[in-house]
C-alpha cells in the first residue's frame, strides 16, 4: 500500500484539525499520538506538525500527553534536530522583534522557544546533548552548524541569546 506523504503546508492543515480536535476533547491522547506518528514519517509532515503545535495558540505542547512524547521520543534525532534548529530560529527572532518593538511578535518567539526547551528536556538526553554541543560549537564559528547560523545572518546579540536558551535546556 503506498501512502502519500503530505507537503509541508497539508501537513500544517492536518496538524491544526488534529490539535483542534485534541483541545476540544473530540481526540484522545492516544489516536492523536497515533495520527501525528502519520505525520512523523516525513520531514515536511514535522515541520508542519511543529509549525501549528509551538507557534500557535494551541496549548499540546504545553500539556503534552505521554502517547504523544513516546511518539516524539520513538522518531529519534530527526526531531532533536528540528526542535534544536527552532530553539535558535525562535531564541533569535525574539531579539529581532524586541529590537523592532514588535512585542507580539516578541512573546509569540518566546513562546516557541519555551516549548522548544521544555520538549527537548523530555527527548532523549544523549541525543539531544550531542546536538546542542553541535549548536554551541556553531556559534564558536565550528562545524555544520555554522552554515546554518550563517544562512540567517545572526548578530552578536542574537547568538548570545541561542547560546542562553542551550544553557536552559540544562537547568530545572
Not at 492516544?30 to 512523523?40: I, K, T
Not at 516525513?42 to 503545535?53: H, M
Not at 545572518?153 to 536552559?168: G, H, L, N, R, T
Request: with cysteine; aromatic share 4%; net charge negative.
Amino acid at each position: 500500500m503506498n501512502i502519500k506523504t503530505p507537503s509541508f503546508e497539508e501537513a500544517i492543515n492536518i496538524a491544526m484539525l488534529w490539535c483542534n480536535a485534541w483541545e476540544s476533547g473530540e481526540l484522545s491522547d492516544e489516536v492523536l499520538a497515533d495520527r501525528v506518528s502519520e505525520l512523523l514519517i516525513s520531514r515536511d509532515g514535522l515541520r508542519g506538525f511543529f509549525v501549528v503545535s509551538l507557534a500557535s495558540d494551541c496549548p499540546l505542547m504545553d500539556r503534552l500527553p505521554e502517547a504523544l512524547v513516546i511518539q516524539l521520543r520513538s522518531t529519534g534525532e530527526t526531531v532533536v534536530d528540528l526542535i534544536v534548529r527552532n530553539l535558535a530560529m525562535s531564541s533569535a527572532m525574539a531579539i529581532t522583534h524586541k529590537n523592532n518593538s514588535d512585542s507580539a511578535q516578541q512573546t509569540g518567539s518566546e513562546r516557541v522557544t519555551s516549548r522548544c526547551i521544555d520538549l527537548l528536556r523530555i527527548l532523549e538526553p544523549n541525543s539531544v546533548r550531542n546536538r546542542l554541543e553541535q549548536l554551541l560549537n556553531g556559534l564558536e564559528g565550528k562545524g555544520k552548524d555554522v552554515i546554518f547560523l550563517e544562512r540567517w545572518k545572526y548578530d552578536s546579540k542574537q547568538k548570545a541569546a541561542i547560546a542562553e536558551s542551550i544553557q536552559s535546556v540544562a537547568e530545572n
